[in-house]
């Protein structure tokens, strides 16, 4: 119960403290638990202890009676020493595996990193705004913002797309996202209604960027922003039969000069992600506030 005051334990950590046999550990923790002082939870195959939050004595009480108890037991002072040793063992072992990737850790593999994670977590960052997603399909990325945002209006050309997308929504009891049936050029919003809009993966289907862009302005806010996820220009012919492209995505200064041209300001573009396997697709990202 001393050393397990401070810190979480393992059984083969307790072992290694306390310098005794783990039956003997377990049958100990075991009777713990049972009187409801400790508190265990397994992680594969190891199994951590801990001072149990709600136990049958008082926390204040319990850490007294702890403290008179371990005054008379002369091993208190060297278990200490060895739970000290034990937990710097531990975070040594971190940071020799750190150590190691460093240099190296964005192109090496590590459990549950990814950028769809990542996305994940930025999208929940998004204020209570309105967000027009142009050229949403189903809306996956509608449904995302909509956890935040005040409101998020789905915008597809697609009758089927909507339709999928709204039922999605309905199933997951999201009520403040709108689908709407509508082109890239003549999105169906009011002007100077929306703080943020978004082309993700969309704009290259516009029968033309320019209009659309210059359409994404007129419902934005003073202030909002455009944002546009797209493919980088690129040659891959077979994309228009494939996945019905219009345009073989956008180079950077391309679409800093069509934000240009419809009136944004501190305009901005670069490649973020680059695909591995051929064609080796890449996207860019660009910006502009009205």
Same mark, same amino acid.
């Not at 040793?85 to 072992?93: D, E, L």
């Not at 997603?133 to 089927?160: F, M, N, P």
């Not at 309905?170 to 703080?195: A, C, F, H, M, V």
């Not at 073989?248 to 501190?266: K, M, N, P, T, Y």
């Given at each position: 119960?001393?050393?397990?005051?401070?810190?979480?334990?393992?059984?083969?950590?307790?072992?290694?403290?306390?310098?005794?046999?783990?039956?003997?550990?377990?049958?100990?923790?075991?009777?713990?638990?049972?009187?409801?002082?400790?508190?265990?939870?397994?992680?594969?195959?190891?199994?951590?202890?801990?001072?149990?939050?709600?136990?049958?004595?008082?926390?204040?009480?319990?850490?007294?009676?702890?403290?008179?108890?371990?005054?008379?037991?002369?091993?208190?002072?060297?278990?200490?020493?060895?739970?000290?040793?034990?937990?710097?063992?531990?975070?040594?072992?971190?940071?020799?595996?750190?150590?190691?990737?460093?240099?190296?850790?964005?192109?090496?593999?590590?459990?549950?990193?990814?950028?769809?994670? !990542? @996305? *994940?977590?930025?999208?929940?960052?998004?204020?209570?705004?309105?967000?027009?997603? %142009? =050229?949403?399909? /189903?809306?996956? $990325?509608?449904?995302?913002?909509?956890?935040?945002?005040?409101?998020?209006?789905?915008?597809?050309?697609?009758?089927?797309?909507?339709?999928?997308?709204?039922?999605?929504?309905?199933?997951?009891?999201?009520?403040?996202?709108?689908?709407?049936?509508?082109?890239?050029?003549?999105?169906?919003?009011?002007?100077?209604?929306?703080?943020?809009?978004?082309?993700?993966?969309?704009?290259?289907?516009?029968?033309?960027?320019?209009?659309?862009?210059?359409?994404?302005?007129?419902?934005?806010?003073?202030?909002?922003?455009?944002?546009?996820?797209?493919? !980088? @220009? *690129?040659?891959?012919?077979?994309?228009?039969?494939?996945?019905?492209?219009?345009? %073989? =995505?956008?180079? /950077?200064?391309? $679409?800093?000069?069509?934000?240009?041209?419809?009136?944004?300001?501190?305009?901005?573009?670069?490649?973020?992600?680059?695909?591995?396997?051929?064609?080796?697709?890449?996207?860019?990202?660009?910006?502009?506030?009205?």
């Amino acid at each position: 119960m001393n050393v397990l005051q401070s810190e979480e334990l393992s059984v083969a950590e307790i072992q290694e403290i306390l310098g005794m046999g783990q039956s003997r550990i377990s049958t100990h923790l075991g009777q713990l638990k049972r009187a409801g002082l400790v508190h265990d939870r397994r992680v594969g195959k190891n199994i951590y202890y801990s001072w149990a939050a709600a136990g049958p004595i008082k926390e204040a009480e319990l850490r007294s009676i702890v403290r008179l108890a371990v005054a008379d037991l002369p091993e208190a002072a060297s278990d200490q020493s060895s739970l000290q040793y034990v937990i710097a063992k531990r975070k040594n072992r971190t940071r020799e595996y750190f150590n190691k990737l460093a240099g190296k850790f964005g192109r090496s593999y590590c459990p549950g990193r990814s950028w769809q994670a !990542l @996305a *994940h977590l930025l999208l929940t960052m998004i204020p209570a705004i309105d967000v027009a997603d %142009l =050229g949403a399909g /189903e809306g996956t $990325l509608s449904q995302i913002l909509a956890k935040s945002a005040r409101k998020v209006i789905a915008i597809d050309i697609s009758e089927r797309m909507v339709e999928v997308g709204a039922q999605l929504a309905k199933e997951q009891g999201i009520t403040n996202l709108e689908y709407r049936i509508g082109e890239l050029e003549e999105p169906p919003i009011s002007d100077n209604s929306i703080d943020l809009a978004i082309f993700s993966q969309a704009l290259h289907h516009a029968n033309s960027p320019q209009k659309a862009i210059a359409a994404a302005r007129r419902i934005l806010r003073d202030g909002g922003r455009l944002v546009i996820l797209d493919l !980088l @220009a *690129h040659g891959f012919e077979q994309a228009r039969e494939l996945y019905a492209d219009l345009w %073989l =995505g956008f180079s /950077e200064v391309e $679409l800093v000069r069509l934000l240009d041209q419809a009136g944004f300001r501190e305009t901005d573009a670069q490649v973020v992600s680059k695909e591995p396997d051929s064609p080796h697709f890449q996207t860019v990202l660009a910006t502009g506030l009205k």
